[in-house]
C-alpha cells in the first residue's frame, strides 16, 4: 500500500504513468468546467526525471500459477476511491487505479468515461487477459474549483458481475484566490449604472493583483481593499475587495459574456515558492428601463440538425401603460435562415420569438432587434441561443 501523503502536498505521479501524463498534458490544456476558461493550465505534480542509482531496482513479486476465482472475465479494483486530501488550485494531480481480471476469460473495457472534463484518464478502450493486471490512470485538474470535491469515473466492461463500475476521486481544494465564480448583478436600471463589492478570500498575507480587466467596455472591475485579515478561530484568512461598476450608459439588455479576468501571485503554501495563476469570474445582469424582458436571453434549447428550431420571450412595460413594438429583425446570427416575429399579448406585453430549421450543428448565437415607442428605449436588442446536434 502507498504511505500517506502529505496533506498539504500533491501526491506524486506513480513513475511508470509518466509517458501517459507527458500526452494528457495536451489534452488537459482547455478544459474547464464548464470546457470554456481563459485560465492558464495548471501544472502537474510529481512530473520529474528519477535520480541515478547505483543500485538495482527490487524485482517484482513473483507469482504462481493463475487460478481463475470466477467463470468469465472479472474485474477487481486494488481500490475504488482515491483521496488527494488537501490540494492547491494551481497544479494537476495524478492517481492510477490498478486492477486484476480475475476472471477466466478476456477482459474488455468498453469505455472510461469521466463526468467532468477536469478528470481525463489515460485511454478509454483495451483489454486483459485472464489474470493479467492492469490499471487506469487519472489527472485531476482542480482549475476554477475549490473546497470538498467529489468526482466520478465510470468503468464499463465485460465483467459478469459488474459491467459498470464507478470509481471516485475526492478533494479539498485550497485556492490560492477564493470566490463564487459567477455573480449576479440583478437588474441595473437603465441610464443610472450599479456599482457591487464581490468579497474575495486567500491565504497568503502578500498575495498580488497583477492584473485586473474586464472584457466588457460598459463593466470596470478594480480592487479596492487586499490583505485585511480575519480569523475564525483556527485559522487567518485574508479578505479583498473586487469593485464592479456597470456604466450609466450601458445599453439596454442582457450584459452578455462578461468577465472580470484576475491575475495574482502569491504563494500556494507558506513554504512554496510564489506562483502566477489567472482566474475569471463572470458577471451576469439585465440593464432595463421601462421594459423588461421576462428572460435576458431568448433559448432555442438543444436540437436536431435538419429539424424546426425556435425560442422566444416576452418583454413588457412596467408601468402598464401600452407599449406599440414592430420591425423584428436579425442582426447578428451564427446561422442562416433565421426569423424574428413579434406578436401581441396585451396592451402592455408582447412575445418576441426566433424560428428557422436547424442547419449547421454546434452553438447557435445572435441577437435579434426590435422598435418601440417607449420613450429612450425605441431600439432593443435581445440576445439568443441554442445547440445544434
Known amino acids: 500500500m502507498p504511505s500517506t501523503p502529505d496533506p498539504r502536498r500533491p501526491r506524486h505521479l506513480p513513475r511508470i504513468a509518466a509517458l501517459a501524463v507527458a500526452g494528457l498534458c495536451l489534452l488537459l490544456t482547455g478544459c474547464g468546467g464548464n470546457g470554456d476558461t ?67 476469460e478476456r477482459l474488455v473495457i468498453h469505455d472510461v468515461k469521466a463526468a467532468c472534463g477536469c478528470t ?3 485511454r ?27 468526482k466520478y469515473i465510470t468503468v464499463v466492461s465485460n465483467c459478469t458481475v459488474e459491467p459498470t ?39 497568503d498575507p502578500n498575495l498580488e493583483f497583477t492584473e485586473v480587466t474586464s472584457n466588457n467596455p460598459n463593466v470596470g472591475v478594480r480592487i479596492v ?24 450608459d450601458a445599453p439596454w439588455g442582457l450584459l452578455y459574456a462578461t468577465r472580470a479576468h484576475m491575475k495574482v501571485r502569491g504563494k500556494p503554501w507558506p513554504d512554496a515558492e510564489p506562483v502566477v495563476y489567472e482566474y475569471d469570474m463572470y458577471l451576469i445582469g439585465n440593464v432595463y428601463g421601462m421594459v423588461h424582458a421576462q428572460q435576458g436571453i431568448i433559448s432555442l434549447g438543444n436540437v436536431t440538425s435538419g429539424t424546426p428550431i425556435r425560442g422566444s420571450t416576452q418583454i413588457t412595460r412596467v408601468d402598464a401603460q401600452p407599449m406599440a413594438v414592430g420591425n423584428a429583425r436579425i442582426t447578428e446570427s451564427t446561422m442562416p435562415g433565421l ?51
Open 165 to 203: 463500475l464507478k470509481l471516485s476521486l475526492t478533494s479539498d481544494i485550497q485556492p490560492l484566490l477564493g470566490f463564487e465564480r459567477m455573480h449576479n448583478l440583478g437588474t441595473v436600471r437603465l441610464g443610472e449604472g450599479k456599482l457591487d463589492v464581490v468579497q474575495l478570500s486567500h491565504t
Open 38 to 104: 481563459d485560465e492558464p493550465a495548471a501544472n502537474v505534480t510529481g512530473v520529474e526525471a528519477p535520480a541515478a542509482s547505483t543500485t538495482s531496482p527490487p524485482s517484482a513479486p513473483v507469482e504462481g500459477p493463475f487460478t481463475p476465482t470466477a467463470q468469465g472475465p472479472r474485474i477487481e479494483f486494488e481500490k475504488l476511491e482515491h483521496d488527494f486530501g488537501k490540494i492547491s488550485d494551481t497544479e494537476r494531480h495524478a492517481t492510477s487505479y490498478r486492477f486484476r481480471n480475475v476472471g477466466s
Open 339 to 389: 426569423e424574428a416575429t413579434i406578436q401581441s399579448v396585451s396592451a402592455n406585453t408582447c412575445r418576441v420569438s426566433v424560428t428557422g430549421m436547424a442547419s449547421n450543428r454546434g452553438s447557435v448565437k445572435g441577437a435579434v432587434t426590435i422598435e418601440t415607442d417607449v420613450p429612450g428605449e425605441e431600439e432593443l436588442t435581445i440576445r439568443f441561443a441554442g445547440q445544434v446536434k
Open 124 to 150: 478509454r478502450q483495451f483489454s486483459v487477459g485472464p489474470g493479467e493486471r492492469d490499471q487506469i490512470d487519472i489527472i485531476f485538474d482542480p482549475k476554477g474549483k475549490q473546497y470538498k470535491t467529489d
Open 120 to 122: 481525463v484518464p489515460n
Open 225 to 248: 481593499e487586499s490583505g485585511v485579515a480575519e480569523s475564525d478561530g483556527d485559522s487567518v484568512k485574508y479578505r479583498a475587495g473586487l469593485e464592479i461598476s456597470v456604466r450609466p
